[in-house]
């Protein structure tokens, strides 16, 4: 009973402070979304770029399971670009603005005073570019994983709030007739969890990478942002932070962002850090067998995705480059 009134009056408080810094207009300016399929890093993705804490983090705010606003709509809901949506339109300018606040969305909120907003999701991807139309100054960051890594890490994690059916992609007209005809055998034909979650991923990826073209969305790789820190960190700060998004901004590596780097996300597996001695990009090799392994290349060739990911852990970049611009 004391924790809940605790927990209450915390909660009560920061919704103060935040309606507060919304009424000063300090959401206005700066908006980040970082969007991806779930295990793929997000959380850690979101720590990072906002090591020093001056982004108000909404974590998740198009849930389908914890947000009311969100409870009509199934996983990985698609908006075709072109039509409006007006009820959807309406959360979705209160959750851009930062006028939306809810207990599990800023959970991870304390301070008295942000610069921003910072936003992730992981049942975005399929509405991704209906957002950039209607909030073109929103910075959106589309964060791909192995999806072998993906679907091993969901598979550790079943009880969790997962799409598991790939066939309920078909039941929506509009995704099936813009993007999905001519992959309706490749998505039946999934029949254990690991190859359902890999047409998933192959799914909310092929999408958004088709709609967007370069300097619209910023791509990044964990597998990338883990081996090449300083490089890649540097690349996603300036379009992060910098006004001339190509342009690589020389940003100080200090102790702080290092930390972040080294610190689990509260959604990770609490046995392992981002650069302990297990090699976490490797890891998934020891419980994936050789006949997934075959079966995720089978599925990603279907997609044309094959040239972005293959049995190799690093992903080809330029690949996907070439696939955001076709």
Known sequence: MLELLKKNIVDKSREVIIKTNYCFGNFKNEVIWVISDGRSGSTWLSNLIN??????????????????????????????????????????????SGEFVHSRV????????????????????LFAKWVDV????????????????????KEKLRHWKWMT?????????????????????VIKSAKTFFEKQIVIWAVVNYVPLRQFKEGHIHLVFYENIYSDFESEINKLFAYVFDKQPNKQANFSLNDKLFYQFNKPSKVSR?????????????????????NDIKRMLEILKEFGLDKIYSEDTMPNAEA?????NM
Request: charged share 25%.
């Open 51 to 96: 090591y020093e804490k001056r982004f108000r983090y909404m974590f998740e705010p198009f849930h389908p399971h914890f947000i009311n606003e969100m409870k009509s709509y199934n996983y990985f809901p698609y908006l075709n670009p072109n039509k409006d949506y007006a009820e959807f339109y309406n959360f979705a300018k209160k959750v851009f």
């Open 106 to 125: 800023d959970s991870g909120n304390h301070n008295l005073l942000f610069k921003g907003l910072l936003i992730k999701d992981v049942f975005s991807n």
């Open 134 to 153: 209607r909030f073109p100054k929103v910075k959106k960051i589309l964060l791909l994983r192995h999806p072998c890594a993906v679907a091993y890490s």
């Open 165 to 185: 059916e790939p066939v309920e992609f078909l039941a929506n007209r509009e995704l099936l007739n813009d993007y999905l005809t001519p992959f309706i055998d």
């Open 270 to 290: 609490k046995d392992k850090t981002a650069s302990g001695s297990e090699n976490v990009l490797e890891n998934w090799r020891k419980h994936v067998g050789s």
């Open 320 to 324: 996907a480059c070439h696939f955001i």
